[in-house]
C-alpha cells in the first residue's frame, strides 16, 4: 500500500525506565508466512504471521510497511507494536492486509483526502522487529503478487465477505480520464449512489468496493467514466447482495417521525454508531435508510465495541477501537485505524508507539502507564485514545484525542482521602500522513488542574466511559477526578480573523469550548478565546464570550456538550449537542427529578452565530429535543438549511436508545421542527449523509 511519500519511522535513544541493557543484544527475524501463497486475485485479504528472536528479554516490537507495484518508497501500515513470547520465540501480531495503493487528493472545498484503490502488481511487504530497550532492531522484505480481475474489455462485479458489499474491477481507463460507479436497485424503489471519482491509472484496472446497498437486492452498475468534462456511461453489470449474516445482532429501528415533505431526502442515508455503554448487546456500526433499513454495516471479529470517529471522504472511516498494545494491562481503546468498507486497515497506530513518539518529542506527560509502578506527584502517562479523531488538516494530516492522568498533590480539586490524587485530562496528538507525531496540545500546559469538573465528575479503574485510569492504586486516592472529558476536536480552516489552522475543543466536564493556536503546526498551544457559562479552568487571561439571550432563556448556555464544529466549511455556525447536564441538575430541580422544568429536562440541539470582533454568542437554533441524552450526540448542518442532531444515550424503561432528528428552523424564532425522527438503540453519534463517499467534512 503506497500512502505518501515519506520515509520509514526511524526513532533511537527510547530507553525503556530500569532495563540494564547488553552490550551485543541481537533481534533476528527468523520467518515472515502469508495465510495464502502468492499469486493472488484484487480483493485477497492477507495475514502474515512472523516470528523472531532477541537475546534481549524484550518486548519485542513489529512494525509492517508496504512498498506498492513499481514504487521503492514503503509506508507504515501498522505501526510497532509487541508481539508475544513463548518458548524464546516472539510472534508478531497478525498483519491482517488487503493490498491497496492510497494518494492524497485535494478536492474542490480544499479538503486533502485520502483515495485509495486495490490494483494488480507486485507488493512488497517489509517487517521491521525491534527492541526499543536494546535499540537492535532486524528488518526482512518479502514479495507478493496480486492479479486483476478485469482482464478483458469488460467489468467484473465481485462478492466480498460482507455481504453488503460488492468488488467492482473495470478495466484499465485513459490517463487524464476519471472514473467512479453509479449504482441503485433494478427492480425495486431505493435511492441511487456514486462512488468518489478515482484518476486512471493505465495499465492498472479500477477497482471499487460498492457500498451502500440493501440486503437480499440486485443492483445495476455502471462504470463511468470523465473525459475533458464528459461523462461515459457503461452498460449495466448486475449483482445481487445476500442477507444479513444471522450471527450477528442488529438493532430495531422505529420511525417516530417519517421524514416529511420539508425533510432533506437528499441525503438518505445514516451512519450510526450504535456504541453501548452498558450490558446489553454488541451491535455492528450500521449505515441504515431513512427508515432504520441497514445498507452498510462493520464489526470487528469477535464483535466489540469501537468509536467510529469520522467518516471520511471517498469511502474510508478512521476508528478508535480496543486492541492489544504495549501495556498489558488492558486493550481497551488503544488502537487508532483507518479501514475501508470493507473494514480492511489502510492504517493502524497504538498507543504505545505514540508514547514513545511524543516522549521523544519533549511531551513528558505521555509517558507510557508501565514506567510507573509507584506513581508519585507529578507522573503522567497516556491511557488510550477516545472519543474523536479527525482527518480534515492541510495535506490529509489526522488528529486525535488521548487522555492523560497525572498525580497532584494531596488535596487537589478538593479531594478528602488524604492522599495524591490522579487527575484524569486529554491530549490533542497530530499526526502526519505516515502517522508519525508532528504536534500535539497538552491540556494540563493551559487549564488549572485545582478546578474541579461542574459536576464532580470521577473514575475508577472499570468505570464505564472513562478511560482505563492505569496509575490509580492503594497509595493514590480511590477516584480519579474526571476533569475535563474532552469530547470533540475541529480544525478552523480560516477563522475570522483570517488566521488560518486553528482548533477548536469542546470540554464536556468544564461546559467548556475552547480555540487553541495550532496555526497548522507552528502555534503556541495557547488558548486563544473560551466559550461557555464557568471559564475558570482556563488559567491566564483569555476573551470570554457574552451569550446574546434572544429568546430570554433561564439558561441559555449549553452545558456537557459534544461536538462542537463550525458549518459551512469553517464559515457557518457553531452546531453542538447541549446534553444540558447542569442546566438539568441546577437548583433547585435535581438531574432526573420528573418535576423539573420541560426547557431544563431535555437535551438541546444548537447552532450559534459566533462574533470573535464583538465576543457574543447569538443562538440561530436552540431547539428542545423531547428527550434527554445524558452523553454522546453531535449537530450537523444539512444542504436544504435543516439542521440535524442526533441524542444518543437516552434512558428509558425499556433500555437506552437514540435518536436521529432533523430540524427546520421557524423563522424569526429559535426553535425548529421536527421533520424527521428515528429512534435506534443507544449511541455515540451519527451523521446524514449523501453516500458513505461523501460524508460532512466538519
Known sequence: MTIFKSSLLSVSGLLLAGLCIPAHATVTIVSVTPSVTSPQKIGQVITYTVTATDTHPGPLT????????????????????????????????????????CSNVAQSNGVVALTCQEIEGTYSVQVIAKDWGSGESFTKTVKFQIDAWATGTTPVVRPTANPLVALFSAPSCAAGSQMRVKFKPATTIGPTFYTNWVNCHPPATMNFQIAGMYASTTYDLYGQVQTAGKITTGPPQQFTTDALPSNLSFPTAKQ????????????????????????????????????????????????????????????????????????????????????????????????????????????????????????????????????????????????????????????????????????????????DNNWQVVWAWDEFEHLNANVPPILGETCTKSAGGCSPMFLLGSSIAPLGKDWTHTNSIYYWPKDQGGVAGQLIISMRNQDLVVKVDYKNGAGTGNILWAMGWATSVVTGTVPTFTFNNTNNDPWPWFSAQHEADFENNGKGALTLFDNGNTRQSAPPVGLGNPGCKPNDCNSRGMALTVSESAMTVTPVISQDLGVAAVSGGNGQLLPNGDYYFSAVNVFSLSGYFSYAIELKPTAGTVNGTQVFNLQDTEGYRGWQLTSLYAPPIT
Not at 514504487?71 to 501500515?77: A, D, L
Not at 470487528?300 to 471517498?314: E, F, G, Q
Not at 498507543?351 to 509507584?374: E, H, M, W
Request: with cysteine; aromatic share 8%.
Open 62 to 101: 513489529f512494525q509492517f510497511a508496504v512498498a506498492a507495484p513499481r514504487t521503492t518508497t514503503y509506508n507504515v501500515v501498522s505501526d510497532f507494536n509487541t508481539g508475544k513470547l513463548s518458548a524464546g520465540t516472539w510472534t508478531a501480531q497478525p498483519f491482517v492486509w488487503s493490498p491497496t495503493v
Open 256 to 431: 417516530i417521525v417519517p421524514p416529511t415533505s420539508s425533510a432533506d431526502t437528499a441525503l438518505p442515508l445514516l451512519l450510526l454508531d450504535p456504541h453501548q455503554f452498558g450490558s446489553g448487546p454488541i451491535y455492528p456500526n450500521i449505515a441504515t435508510d431513512l427508515s432504520g433499513k441497514v445498507m452498510w454495516y462493520y464489526t470487528t471479529n469477535p464483535p466489540a465495541n469501537l468509536i467510529v470517529a469520522r467518516p471520511l471522504i471517498n469511502g474510508t472511516i478512521l476508528t478508535i477501537e480496543d486492541g492489544q498494545t504495549w501495556n498489558p494491562a488492558s486493550n481497551k481503546l488503544q488502537v487508532l485505524k483507518q479501514i475501508d468498507l470493507l473494514g480492511n486497515i489502510i492504517r493502524e497506530t497504538n498507543t504505545g508507539i505514540i508514547q514513545q513518539l511524543l516522549v521523544a518529542k519533549g511531551y513528558s506527560d505521555a509517558a507510557p502507564c508501565t514506567r510507573f509502578p509507584n506513581p508519585q506527584v507529578g507522573d503522567a502517562c497516556l491511557d488510550d485514545f477516545h472519543h474523536d479523531a479527525i482527518q480534515t488538516l492541510p495535506n490529509g494530516y489526522t488528529a486525535v484525542l488521548a487522555s492523560i492522568e497525572k498525580i497532584f498533590p494531596i488535596g487537589t480539586q478538593g479531594d478528602i482521602s488524604g492522599k495524591p490524587v490522579d487527575v484524569l485530562g486529554d491530549m490533542v496528538v497530530i499526526l
